[in-house]
Structures are given as C-alpha cells and as structure tokens.
C-alpha cells in the first residue's frame, strides 16, 4: 500500500493540483504579476537614475521575485487549509515528501514564470545588457535561486500554515533564511548584465552557493516535512 | 478473524489533559458504530485516535490489524476521517477532486466514472467547481473521496451537520452502502434519532470512556 502513495506519485499529483487551481482562480496571473511589475516600475521612478538603475537591475529584480514569493507561498497554501484539505492529505497517510516537493515544484514553474516577465521588464525599463555568457550565466543562476526559494517557502508555507498570525509570521521567519539567496543571486545577475564593471566569470561562484543553498533545504525539506505538518 | 477496531484501557491525553481515559471499544468488519455524548467527551478523540492521529500513551489500541502504539502512519492509508471539513479543493471541480484521490491509488477513470455515478453527482455536477456546490454536494464528493481512496473503516464526525433533510437521507444510504460494500463505519453524532436507525450498534463516550 505504502508503495501507491510513493513519493514522486504523490509529487506529480500535488504539483498538478496547485498548478491547475493557479490556472483556475489566476491570483498569481492577475494580482502577484501586475504587484511585481508595479514594484519594478516603482524603483524606476524612485531611483530616477539609468546608471544607478542599470548597476541594482539584478538586485531590484530578486526583491521583487522575494515579495512575490511571500504572496505566492501564502496563496499556495491558503488553498490547502481553507477546507482541511492538507490535513486530509496528512490523514491519508500521503507521502509528506511527495508533498513537500510537489508544492515546491508548482512555486518553481510559478516563479519562473514571473521572473521572465521581471528580468524583461528589467531590460526595458533598466537597460541592461545581456552577452551570450552573460544569459547561460542568467539562466542557471535563475533556476538555482529560485529552487532554493521555492524550497525555502514551501518549507516555511508548510510551518506556518495552521498557525494564527501567518500572514506576517511567515515573511518574518522566511525573508532571514532567504538572503544569501538574494545576495547570491544579486551577485551573479550583475555579473551576467556585467554591471558595474564586473566580468560574466564572476558570477558563477555565486551560482555555486545557489546550488548548495537549493540542495540543503530540498534535502531538509523532505526529511523534515512531515514533522512540520503533523500536531 | 480479529476486530477492525480493538482499544482497550487506551489513554490519549490531549493538551495535557486525559481526552480518551481507559477506552475499550471492539468493532467489527462491516458495522456502523454511533458513538454517542455530550461535547467534550472525547468522541472526536477517538475517532482521531483510531485515524493514527494522536498518540496512545497507555494501554492497547490496534486499528485494521496495526498496533497503534507502534505505527501510526501506515494505517492512515487505509482510513477515512471526515471531519467537519470536507477537505476539499474549492477551486477545482467535483471530478478533478475526486481523481486527484484516485491518483494516489492507481484508481482508473473507470473507478472514478462508476464512484461519481452512484453518488449522484456525475454529468454536468461533476463539472463544477467545488465553490459553487451546496453543502450536501460538497458532502457526497467528500464521501466519494473515501471510496475512490478505497478507505476501509470510515470515522465520521457529525456527517449530517449543516445538511437539510434530504441530503441526511443520501449520506445515509451512501453509509449503508459503504457498509454493505466491507467498510467498517464508526459515526460520531448528536443526531441521534437519525443515527440510531442508521447504526447497527450504539455505544456512549462519557468523559473518555466508552460505555456499552
């Protein structure tokens, strides 16, 4: 019976059910996208500067990927307890891992999805330049950054989601976690649009960190899931 | 051929209070149980307890032939708890629901079809969004969850609360169907009129014990 409820079985399921409710309700389509771009036009406005804005595009584009993935998470699991439906998976005895990394697999294709709308819009509002190297750097360093995001939230999603408070309980105990991801990613999407005088090589140290940073908390989230969701 | 239920002297203590106090309860393959009493006395308890969800501190409990005081999880595969929640995704439709549970399972579209079929809410119903159903919709698709997840003991806590009479009538009939199909039942409820002409055997829960 164990073997049914097999982790990637649980995934693929659970990562399609949160997929298909987003593309139902589009709360993130509607509302997260439009926030985000608003945050990034803001900062035009504020800094009001084409240097200085070219030099932070990289660092204003992970800020307002971190503001969205508050709001993301949230909304991911708010679906899930509305009606017990999370505890109906824990009471069916789901895999908590599969779980883990089902959510976390939705938040990623969500992510994605808004970061390429953010680094567009980063490149026509901020005018920043992108070599070859420069988008293979982007390119990894994007997908690295935002599994260990996604993992971070779902983590953090999944402890706060029974408890009172957890609109500002979970940017509270997330956005600490999450800074070397936003000063990694900063890092290496500054060396990929080369601003500031750095070089495309640069970065991939930071890539590194991303990586591990990723691997740590998927590893820690599947091991601790289930603990965090149980009474 | 054992009990599919077997506590006996179970303590549960919840909040550092004794909510289940020496119970003893035996139900067997195929009955419907009403437990009955008043708030607080540790019907919901027991039924959490039999789903492997709160821990026996004392005493024996077995559920489907697992011993719950040494495994807890891998019970829960095999029961259905519903409680006041219908754990339902209200963005999604009565089938999508319903086959995300099938999934777990390796249940067929088939299966599905069939389960929709006989609680009356294929067609067109099977179609809408969980948001838009009633109550007793809502409930019915809970239940059809259960079977597709092919739970055999059903812990129901007030299944007819907030249902209009008519929809009492159908929870009803999908029980004793359930039961005749294999499924044990334990039902706690303050409907008891109802519940008695339902349950094949009643027992009380007066302050953490069970009471023949």
């Known amino acids: 019976m164990s073997a049914q409820h097999s982790l990637s079985r649980v995934a693929r399921a659970v990562a399609a059910k949160d997929l298909r409710i987003e593309l139902r309700s589009r709360v993130v389509i509607n509302q997260v996208f439009p926030f985000a771009g608003l945050v990034m036009v803001m900062f035009a406005f504020a800094l009001d500067n084409d240097d ?35 505890e109906a998976q824990r009471v069916a005895g789901l895999d908590p891992a599969g779980i883990f990394v089902g959510k976390a697999l939705a938040v990623m294709v969500q992510l994605v999805t808004l970061e ?63 800074a070397p991801v936003l000063i990694g990613a900063t890092r290496a999407t500054e060396s990929a649009f080369t601003s500031g005088g750095a070089a495309v090589s640069d970065g991939w140290p930071w890539v590194g960190v991303l990586v591990v940073f990723a691997a740590v908390f998927g590893l820690g989230g599947i091991l601790s899931f289930g603990s965090l969701i149980e009474e | 051929m054992s009990s599919v239920v077997d506590f006996r002297d179970a303590v549960v203590v919840f909040n550092g209070f004794p909510a289940l106090a020496e119970a003893s309860i035996e139900v067997e393959r195929g009955e419907i149980v009403l437990l009955q009493g008043p708030n607080g006395a540790g019907k919901t308890t027991l039924l959490r307890a039999c789903a492997g969800l709160m821990p026996i501190v004392r005493g024996e409990a077995s559920v489907l032939g697992v011993d719950l005081c040494v495994d807890r999880q891998s019970v829960r595969q095999r029961v259905g708890l519903l409680g006041h929640a219908n754990g339902l995704f209200a963005d999604l439709t009565i089938s999508e629901n319903v086959l995300f549970w099938a999934q777990m399972v390796g249940a067929s579209e088939g299966e599905v079809a069939s389960t929709l079929h006989r609680f009356g809410i294929d067609g067109r119903l099977a179609e809408q969004k969980v948001m838009h159903l009633s109550a007793g919709q809502k409930r019915r698709c809970a239940l059809a969850c259960l079977v597709v997840r092919r739970a055999e003991l059903w812990l129901l806590d007030e299944p007819h609360a907030g249902l209009d009479a008519a929809a009492r009538d159908e929870i009803d009939a999908i029980i004793r169907e359930a039961s005749s199909a294999g499924a044990t039942v334990l039902i706690a409820s303050h409907e008891l009129e109802r519940s008695r002409g339902l349950a094949t055997r009643s027992v009380s829960v007066i302050a953490g014990r069970v009471v023949s």
Not at chain 1, 70 to 82: L, N, Y
């Open chain 1, 52 to 86: 200085v804005l070219t030099r932070v595009a990289g660092g204003l584009v992970w800020l307002a990927t971190l503001f969205s993935l508050i709001i993301i998470i949230q909304r991911s699991f708010a679906v899930d307890t509305a009606d017990g439906a999370l």
């Open chain 1, 116 to 178: 390429i709308m953010l680094f567009v819009a980063a490149v026509v509002l901020y005018r920043v330049q992108l070599n070859a190297d420069g988008t293979v750097l982007l390119v990894t360093c994007v997908l690295s950054a935002t599994a260990g995001l996604s993992f971070v939230g779902t983590l953090y999603g999944g402890l706060t989601a029974g408890s009172r408070g957890r609109e500002t309980l979970l940017p509270l105990l997330m956005l600490p976690v999450v």
